[in-house]
């Protein structure tokens, strides 16, 4: 029985490491990656909350993901309260599981907010002119009302968060029938240390 070559990173731990960001990175620019659309735990008062985001950015220089959000939603609220965060996603075509566990930044007016700005899409500055806020009680489900692609560059802007999650372990998983791989790396203010675990 024939089967598909092991991948180049199987038993490389820097390889995976590289791996680790080169599929976050292309999860950020792909709609069709796993990765472009892992979930974001934070932490709220009464306990964890889960929800799904897009990955706007992945820069394994800095060991940092973006994303952005209302700065109105429940999820800018809890970073701020506590900016303790993980994110979590599963990619099928790969086989790969990749978590990430940091700290989060919310930028709303400096240059890491402008530039997240300037590059989102008109179609997607539309739902930052959400009225009312993410969250509210509606009297019907469609009784709030979005700006048109014009008013939104305006509307949109006040409520617009990009926010940055330093990360500060990493841990991949990928599943293979012939043995699965694990490894975790974490880091401090220094260099990623990491190691192969079992899965
Ligand atoms: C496919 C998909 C992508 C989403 N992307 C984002 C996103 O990038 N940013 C965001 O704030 N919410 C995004 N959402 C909505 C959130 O999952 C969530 O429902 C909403 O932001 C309210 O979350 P909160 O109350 O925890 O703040 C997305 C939802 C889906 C289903």
């Not at 900016?83 to 099928?92: M, T």
């Not at 700006?147 to 990493?170: I, K, M, Q, T, Y």
Request: glycine residues 10%; neutral net charge; contains cysteine.
């Amino acid at each position: 029985m024939t089967r598909a070559p092991l991948p180049d990173f199987y038993d490389d731990l820097d390889a995976t490491f590289a791996e680790l960001w080169r599929l976050l990175a292309e999860g950020a620019a792909q709609g069709r990656s796993g990765f472009h659309l892992p979930a974001l735990a934070t932490l709220g008062p009464d306990g964890p909350r889960l929800r799904t985001v897009v990955l706007r950015e992945a820069d394994a220089e800095s060991g940092t993901l973006r994303f952005h959000c209302d700065r109105r939603s429940d999820k800018a609220a809890e970073i701020l309260a506590n900016p303790a965060c993980a994110l979590a996603a599963y990619d099928e075509a790969s086989k790969i599981q990749i978590r990430i566990e940091g700290r989060a930044t919310l930028h709303t007016d400096d240059a890491v907010a402008e530039a997240a700005w300037a590059g989102s899409r008109a179609m997607s500055r539309v739902c930052y002119g959400a009225d009312p806020a993410p969250g509210t009680a509606l009297p019907a489900g469609g009784a709030y009302t979005l700006p048109d692609e014009n008013a939104a560059a305006s509307l949109g802007r006040p409520h617009f968060a990009a926010v940055r999650v330093r990360a500060a372990r990493l841990d991949f998983l990928y599943l293979d029938r012939r043995g699965h791989r694990r490894a975790a790396w974490t880091r401090g203010q220094g260099d990623w240390t990491g190691g192969w675990i079992a899965p």
